[in-house]
């Protein structure tokens, strides 16, 4: 089996894993991550999203091969020194989550969006979510957190 050695959150970890085996198995089977989920498997929910190289991805449907070069970041790297990302935080202010299945999909779709676009307007945020579902319909109480977050971050 092939050994790839894979940046994520800023640390290099090694894995032995075939080829084309999905990212998520490999974060979450090999590297026992607690933040990426499996949901549907088919790229459609955006449970299993992780950054790579500053956009998001589904990691459902990416082989491991593909990002043995690129940096990864995941929900479980996010928060730094005891503080969580103000993303987190607007979600756990904003109680915008219910089961909790989906929130990691919201949250790093979430933190690539306004990387990418720091000023994104409600609309274009409204829109960059809108392939990210949560069947506990949440959904209001997620964009107030995403909002707030981007009023946050944009200070910082
Ligand atoms: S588990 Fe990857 S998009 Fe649903
Ligand atoms: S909070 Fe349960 S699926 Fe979204």
Same mark, same amino acid.
């Given at each position: 089996m092939p050994t790839y050695q894979l940046n994520i959150d800023g640390a290099i970890k090694s894995?032995? %894993?075939?080829?084309?085996q999905p990212l998520l198995y490999t974060l979450t089977d090999q590297l026992k991550?607690?933040?990426?989920?499996?949901?549907?498997? $088919?790229? =459609?929910?955006? @449970?299993? +999203?992780? *950054?790579? !190289?500053?956009?998001? %991805? &589904?990691s459902c449907v990416?082989? +491991? @091969?593909t990002v #043995?070069? @690129?940096? /990864? &970041? +995941?929900?479980?790297? $996010?928060?730094? !020194?005891? =503080? $969580?990302?103000p993303m987190q935080t607007a979600f756990v202010e904003e109680g915008a989550a219910q089961c909790g299945y989906c929130t990691n999909g919201?949250?790093?779709?979430?933190?690539?969006l306004l990387e990418n676009n720091?000023? #994104?307007?409600?609309? =274009? *945020? /409204? !829109?960059? $979510? @809108? !392939? %990210? =579902?949560c069947r506990c319909g949440t959904q209001i109480a997620i964009l107030r957190a995403v909002k707030k977050a981007r009023d946050q971050m944009a200070k910082a």
């Open positions: 894995v032995d %894993v075939p080829a084309d991550m607690k933040g990426p989920k499996f949901g549907c498997g $088919l790229a =459609q929910c955006g @449970s299993c +999203t992780v *950054i790579v !190289n500053g956009n998001a %991805v &589904r990416m082989p +491991t @091969s #043995a070069n @690129s940096k /990864i &970041r +995941t929900l479980d790297g $996010l928060e730094k !020194n005891g =503080q $969580l990302h919201w949250i790093m779709q979430s933190i690539a720091p000023k #994104a307007s409600d609309d =274009q *945020i /409204i !829109n960059g $979510l @809108s !392939n %990210v =579902q």
